[in-house]
């Protein structure tokens, strides 16, 4: 099954557009995206997922600027384009695109939540338009089954409501991105 969306940012500046294609061996989201807000930047990206849900390779590239390629085993290593380790990175599950709400999506699913059932994960965090990487925690808490979640970082400082239709796929993610029809 393969299906496109498009989200446009907050201040109906930005626009992306994503195709999702669910395969026996893993998801797959490819996507491009032109920002919003002070920024000014276009990327794309391509991110494969294990079986389990799990990310298993992140291609990520900036219009004229930096990209990058990652992949994981599945159980928190990570490797660059080189084949080299990347031990800042060791123990994240899942891949979080700062400018796009596809890698929520892909977490959501791949966790599954009954209603009122929260689950902490640390994320590969990936800062637009540098592309600078780090470790993220957070939190996901389901509000309403297939239907709505709490987003937090588990240090406090952010929070948002995310929606979703019944594949998981985001409709809208308060104050940063909703989905055009």
Known sequence: MSKAVRWQSWDGEGLEHMVFSDRPTGAVAEGALISGGDARFAARYE???HPNGLVAQ???AVVGGPSISLQSDGDGLWRNSEGKRVPALVGALDVDLSASPVTNALTIRRLRLEEGEARE???VYVRFPDLEIGLDHQRY???EAGRRYL???VDGTF???IETEESGLVTLYDGLFRRVP
């Open 159 to 161: 929070r948002a409501e």
């Open 141 to 143: 808490t389901c509000l």
């Open 58 to 60: 992140a291609r990520v």
């Open 121 to 123: 994960i640390t994320a």
């Open 151 to 153: 987003y937090e970082a």
């Open 47 to 49: 991110l494969t997922c």
